[in-house]
Nanobody, 114 residues
Framework: QVQLVESGGGLVQPGGSLRLSCAAS????????MAWYRQAPGKEREWIAS???????AYADSVKGRFTISRDSPKNTVYLQMNSLKPEDTAVYYC????????WGQGTQVTVSS
């Protein structure tokens, strides 16, 4: 079973930036359309961004223009650059395929607060 490992979260002030990373066991990310999701306290997990194997991207309206998803296939890693962070971006962030093929990883906590 593929293991996903998200990292890069932390505490940041409103308006700040963070870059999240997603790695997987085995060189498998390059063969899949990948996505980032997040789950805020008391809310369901939601899709926020995706990137195809060919590099096409899509974003939820809530993050469009502020977040950028990218991938480095040789490094088998997917990234989420988050700029202009808002308190409402506070959540645990996860990666998975666009079809949620694999078990969820532990996620990485992002807290936006002054």
């Amino acid at each position: 079973q593929v293991q996903l490992v998200e990292s890069g979260g932390g505490l940041v002030q409103p308006g700040g930036s963070l870059r999240l990373s997603c790695a997987a066991s085995g060189s498998i990310l390059r063969f899949n359309d990948m996505a980032w999701y997040r789950q805020a306290p008391g809310k369901e997990r939601e899709w926020i961004a995706s990137i195809s194997r060919g590099g096409n991207t899509a974003y939820a309206d809530s993050v469009k223009g502020r977040f950028t998803i990218s991938r480095d296939s040789p490094k088998n890693t997917v990234y989420l650059q988050m700029n202009s962070l808002k308190p409402e971006d506070t959540a645990v962030y996860y990666c998975n395929t666009i079809s949620v093929t694999w078990n969820w990883g532990q996620g990485t906590q992002v807290t936006v607060s002054s």
